[in-house]
């Protein structure tokens, strides 16, 4: 007569049960809770390695940074007010006049420029004998007051021979630009250029 199985038995015989020692769980333990202590260490290592690289390199500028700083100090031009304009238009019937306001900016040469950057970069020293500051572009823009007369004369002879339909157009007011721009440069005769023009208050009545 076969014995039934008694659930509680195991139904295979073959079957072996791993006891560990008490011993050994407290290593097995040890070494996982050591293996995670060093990827936690890795990890916070890598954060802290990056997040210092990116605090250095806003404090370091990169040779791209610097080469864009150095274009804007050679862009930097010599701004020239030429104050306002009051002169009558090409128009004959009725006739019209022009009130403006032009500014422009002036190119500098390579001497200016070296010399402008080691004004800006020289440091002045403290106490009661430190010198006032002075202005790098002074001398420049008193030079140019001689040039004045010659630059206004030009403005108006453009001006002067636009009508005020001409002048009533963003287009119309790009192209007197240009010309003015033109013929300013021929007075400078290649020493300098113009970089810009601006017109103030552009009124035509």
């Known amino acids: ?56 390199s806003k404090l370091i500028p990169t040779d791209e940074e610097q080469t864009e700083e150095m274009e804007e100090v050679k862009q930097e031009g010599i701004l ?26 002036l190119s500098k040469t390579e ?12 440091k002045p020293q403290g106490g009661h004998g430190a010198s006032t500051p002075v202005d790098p572009n002074a001398s420049i823009i008193s030079e140019m007051e001689r040039y004045k007369p010659a630059i206004r004369d030009a403005v108006i002879s453009v001006l002067s021979n636009k009508t005020s339909d001409e002048l009533s157009t963003p287009t119309g007011k790009e192209l007197a630009k240009e010309e003015i721009t033109e013929m300013v440069n021929n007075v ?10 601006s017109f103030g208050q552009f009124i035509i009545q």
């Open 111 to 122: 001497e200016e420029i070296a010399t402008s950057q080691a004004m800006a970069e020289a």
């Open 1 to 56: 007569m076969v014995k039934p199985l008694n659930d509680k038995e195991d139904k295979n015989p073959n079957k072996k049960q791993i006891e560990l020692s008490p011993n050994a769980i407290m290593i097995i333990n040890n070494v996982v809770m050591l293996i995670v202590i060093i990827i936690a260490m890795i990890i916070m290592y890598i954060l802290l390695d990056t997040s210092f690289n990116k605090k250095i």
């Open 188 to 197: 400078f005769e290649g020493q300098r250029e113009v970089m810009r023009v």
């Open 80 to 105: 020239l007010d030429l104050g306002d304009f009051i002169l009558n238009l090409a128009d004959t019937t009725p006739r019209r006049y022009l009130k403006v306001g032009i500014a422009m900016e």
